[in-house]
């Protein structure tokens, strides 16, 4: 019973305590920055900037060499909506050490406020454009901020990175002390996957076709082919298996005959070169010239095959039908392709094997651009 008295005596003394602790909790910097950040997107999504403003000042004034009450982006996406456009210029006046020092602070908790300053701004982007407009800024202010915004608010893709990766070369020739040369070169200038010269792929076809002259007439069959190719020329390495019929009786060894009609298989392989004549978003068209080798088989019986081989000399056609992608192995085509293989079999007359294919192709011929 004593120790009762005395553990009821222990809790009542120290409620007034626990309240202490309680209250101080809801009083450290890192909650009133939490707090301080839900009021401030509360009050952005009202479009109530003047109070945004108020609250982003009252923050920052909580900052100190162990917290951060904003990471950067979320700042200076916030000046923007602000028009603050001198402490702006300020926050983009940084450097490594700048950033570097973040590393050893208290940064924000995950919240809402950095996914809805973007999708606001790009739902809302020409209030942006029109208060950098009427802020009367500085040539070099009003050049690196567009630019900024720019990067800030296009999908992040390799074409829209390259083309900011230009204007802030343009940028820092035109102006190459500027103050905004470090964020310029280290935050909005990123390395991307770009268009190289070079390029190389894969083809699998499936492929069919007919013949004329003493040739065979081909039924159908299967293809692939590597590609190399540089700027608008192209080098395909490649074979196609067809299964055929004879158009003609084959003498073999002297007089036996292998009768017309009767099956027999045959394996193309050539290289042939190709060159872009038209290449846009949606197809390419490429003239063909190049050369074959054909091995021709056909059994005599259950346990002996004939062989016949000839070159053929080809002209022919690619046409590409371009599939969207998103991948830096980007150039994914439906290939419509026709070969025209000439020869005379070493009899003669001359014969072709018109083949037409059709299949997937994938080519990549990007670089990583720093």
Same mark, same amino acid.
């Given at each position: 019973?004593?120790?009762?008295?005395?553990?009821?005596?222990?809790?009542?003394?120290?409620?007034?305590?626990?309240?202490?602790?309680?209250?101080?909790?809801?009083?450290?910097?890192k909650?009133?920055?939490?707090?301080?950040?839900?009021?401030?997107?509360e009050?952005?999504?009202?479009?109530?900037?003047?109070?945004?403003k108020?609250?982003?000042?009252?923050?920052?004034?909580?900052?100190?060499?162990?917290y951060?009450?904003?990471?950067?982006?979320e700042?200076?996406?916030?000046?923007?909506?602000?028009?603050?456009?001198?402490?702006?210029?300020?926050?983009?006046?940084?450097?490594?050490?700048?950033?570097h020092?973040?590393?050893?602070?208290?940064m924000?908790?995950?919240?809402?406020?950095?996914?809805?300053?973007?999708?606001?701004?790009?739902?809302?982007?020409?209030?942006?454009?029109?208060?950098?407009?009427?802020?009367?800024?500085?040539?070099?202010?009003?050049?690196?901020?567009?630019i900024?915004?720019?990067?800030?608010?296009?999908?992040?893709?390799?074409?829209?990175?390259?083309?900011?990766? @230009?204007?802030?070369? &343009? /940028?820092?020739?035109? *102006?190459?002390?500027?103050? !905004?040369?470090? +964020?310029? #070169?280290?935050?909005?200038h990123?390395?991307?996957?770009?268009k190289?010269?070079?390029?190389?792929?894969?083809?699998?076809?499936?492929?069919?076709?007919?013949?004329?002259?003493?040739?065979?007439?081909?039924?159908?069959?299967?293809g692939?082919?590597?590609?190399?190719?540089?700027?608008?020329?192209?080098?395909d390495?490649?074979?196609?298996?067809?299964?055929?019929?004879?158009?003609?009786?084959?003498?073999?060894?002297?007089?036996?005959?292998?009768?017309? @009609?009767?099956?027999? &298989? /045959?394996?193309?392989? *050539?290289?042939?070169?190709? !060159?872009?004549? +038209?290449? #846009?978003?949606?197809?390419?068209?490429?003239?063909?010239?190049?050369?074959?080798?054909?091995?021709?088989?056909?059994?005599?019986?259950?346990?002996?095959?004939?062989n016949?081989?000839?070159?053929?000399?080809q002209v022919?056609?690619?046409?590409?039908?371009?599939?969207?992608?998103?991948?830096?192995?980007?150039?994914?085509?439906?290939?419509?392709?026709?070969?025209?293989?000439?020869?005379?079999?070493?009899?003669?007359?001359?014969?072709t094997?018109?083949?037409?294919?059709?299949?997937?192709?994938?080519?990549?011929?990007?670089?990583?651009?720093?």
């Amino acid at each position: 019973m004593k120790k009762l008295v005395i553990s009821i005596i222990f809790i009542i003394t120290m409620i007034p305590a626990f309240a202490q602790i309680e209250n101080e909790m809801q009083q450290t910097k890192k909650v009133k920055i939490e707090n301080g950040r839900a009021y401030l997107l509360e009050k952005f999504l009202e479009r109530d900037y003047e109070k945004v403003k108020e609250i982003k000042d009252y923050l920052k004034g909580l900052e100190d060499d162990n917290y951060c009450a904003f990471y950067p982006w979320e700042l200076w996406q916030l000046l923007y909506w602000t028009s603050e456009f001198d402490a702006l210029s300020v926050e983009f006046s940084v450097d490594s050490t700048d950033f570097h020092a973040l590393d050893n602070k208290v940064m924000p908790t995950k919240d809402q406020l950095n996914q809805q300053l973007y999708i606001h701004s790009v739902d809302d982007e020409h209030i942006l454009r029109s208060n950098l407009q009427n802020a009367q800024l500085s040539a070099e202010d009003n050049e690196f901020f567009s630019i900024f915004l720019d990067w800030n608010l296009k999908p992040l893709s390799s074409e829209n990175q390259e083309i900011v990766n @230009g204007k802030i070369n &343009d /940028f820092l020739k035109a *102006y190459p002390d500027s103050r !905004y040369a470090w +964020v310029a #070169n280290n935050i909005v200038h990123r390395p991307y996957w770009g268009k190289s010269d070079w390029g190389a792929g894969i083809s699998f076809e499936l492929c069919s076709g007919f013949s004329t002259g003493q040739m065979h007439k081909p039924v159908a069959g299967f293809g692939l082919s590597f590609n190399v190719a540089y700027k608008k020329l192209e080098l395909d390495l490649g074979g196609d298996i067809i299964a055929a019929n004879t158009r003609y009786n084959i003498t073999y060894s002297g007089d036996s005959i292998y009768s017309k @009609g009767s099956e027999i &298989d /045959f394996a193309l392989v *050539y290289a042939n070169l190709s !060159y872009n004549i +038209v290449d #846009n978003k949606s197809i390419r068209l490429s003239p063909v010239v190049g050369v074959g080798y054909n091995w021709e088989s056909y059994s005599v019986s259950k346990k002996k095959r004939e062989n016949n081989r000839y070159v053929l000399y080809q002209v022919g056609l690619n046409f590409d039908i371009k599939l969207n992608t998103k991948r830096s192995f980007e150039n994914h085509y439906i290939r419509i392709r026709y070969n025209c293989g000439i020869t005379d079999m070493g009899q003669g007359e001359i014969s072709t094997l018109n083949v037409i294919s059709i299949g997937w192709t994938g080519f990549m011929n990007r670089k990583y651009v720093e």
